[in-house]
T-cell receptor, first 111, second 118 residues
Framework: TQLLEQSPQFLSIQEGENLTVYCNSSSVFSSLQWYRQEPGEGPVLLVTVVTGGEVKKLKRLTFQFGDARKDSSLHITAAQPGDTGLYLCAGPGAGSYQLTFGKGTKLSVIP | DAMVIQNPRYQVTQFGKPVTLSCSQTLNHNVMYWYQQKSSQAPKLLFHYYDKDFNNEADTPDNFQSRRPNTSFCFLDIRSPGLGDAAMYLC?????????????????FGAGTRLSVL
């Protein structure tokens, strides 16, 4: 069974601070996706990483895929209240059309 | 511009009273999914359709059924909702292209339907 473990589970920071959240597995993934889910809404796809060592930037968000494709990180610079939400990493699951999700990191950015 | 649309956004039903949630998509994706998500948890896949082929997850209760009358629409039927079925229900889509190994793993979600059971 492919599992994705996310840490930390909860994170509360002040506006303007930097943060990093992690997504780790003992299994190799062909790709990993990061989603952000705001309260009461569905997950919104932020990025897909495919190549080991790949770094992608989305404004203040930096995503990295580990060299061995077993882990990924999301770094947010100068966090803003609009960054508040549940950050989920996901990768191809055991079934052909399954996504394996991590349990998520719940981020609160306090003004 | 909404690409995956779920209706209603909030649904209240009574214990044991059948309820139907709907999902439509403008992406023309051939795969549609239904997930259940409880508070602060990851989405849990209930089933998916590949075109008209229905694929149930092994641990999805029989109480949950689905219909996909055409490419654009998919319905989730809960035959006899229990208190434990109160949750957010998410619809998602993806496309499967010949040789497109990556595309089918990228899923686009609707905004969800929050179901309450009284």
């Amino acid at each position: 069974t492919q599992l994705l473990e996310q840490s930390p589970q909860f994170l509360s920071i002040q506006e303007g601070e930097n943060l990093t959240v992690y997504c780790n597995s003992s299994s190799v993934f062909s790709s990993l996706q990061w989603y952000r889910q705001e309260p009461g809404e569905g997950p919104v796809l932020l990025v897909t990483v495919v190549t080991g060592g790949e770094v992608k930037k989305l404004k203040r968000l930096t995503f990295q895929f580990g060299d061995a494709r077993k882990d990924s990180s999301l770094h947010i610079t100068a966090a803003q209240p609009g960054d508040t939400g549940l950050y989920l990493c996901a990768g191809p699951g055991a079934g052909s059309y399954q996504l394996t999700f991590g349990k998520g990191t719940k981020l609160s950015v306090i003004p | 511009d909404a690409m995956v649309i779920q209706n209603p956004r909030y649904q209240v039903t009574q214990f044991g009273k059948p309820v139907t949630l709907s999902c439509s998509q403008t992406l023309n994706h051939n795969v549609m999914y239904w997930y259940q998500q409880k508070s602060s948890q990851a989405p849990k896949l209930l089933f998916h359709y590949y075109d008209k082929d229905f694929n149930n997850e092994a641990d999805t209760p029989d109480n949950f059924q689905s219909r996909r009358p055409n490419t654009s629409f998919c319905f989730l039927d809960i035959r006899s909702p229990g208190l434990g079925d109160a949750a957010m229900y998410l619809c998602a889509t993806s496309r499967d292209l010949a040789g497109g190994l990556l595309a089918k793993n990228i899923q686009y979600f609707g905004a969800g339907t929050r179901l309450s059971v009284l």
